[in-house]
Nanobody
Framework: QVQLVESGGGLVQPGGSLRLSCVAS????????MAWYRQGPGKQRELVAL???????NYADSVKGRFTISSGNAKNTVYLQMGSLKPEDTAVYYC???????????WGQGNQVTVSS
């Protein structure tokens, strides 16, 4: 079993920045990819950013140039640096990890990000 613990959400004004963190109970070497998803009010959950192991990050068009996904030196942490935030970025953000063995998906508990003046 893998646990993903998120932190860093909160309330921010439009144009501001936030960084989300996700710490896995297992080294990220066990994962083929780690990602961030979000679910806004009345919307379906959507992929925000994907970081394949040893690969290039991919982003949703709506966040390209504003958000950056990265892994930490500890290799069990993934970050989402969010900048130039807009009200439409308001959502619950979820960390996701997919294992090499069995393609199992694990999710964090969700972290509310609210962009409002």
């Amino acid at each position: 079993q893998v646990q993903l613990v998120e932190s860093g959400g909160g309330l921010v004004q439009p144009g501001g920045s936030l960084r989300l963190s996700c710490v896995a109970s297992r080294s990220s070497f066990a994962f083929s990819a780690m990602a961030w998803y979000r679910q806004g009010p009345g919307k379906q959950r959507e992929l925000v950013a994907l970081l394949p192991s040893g690969g290039r990050a991919n982003y949703a068009d709506s966040v390209k140039g504003r958000f950056t996904i990265s892994s930490g030196n500890a290799k069990n942490t993934v970050y989402l640096q969010m900048g130039s935030l807009k009200p439409e970025d308001t959502a619950v953000y979820y960390c996701n990890a997919v294992t090499y063995i069995g393609d199992l998906n694990y999710w964090g508990q969700g972290n509310q990000v609210t962009v409002s003046s």
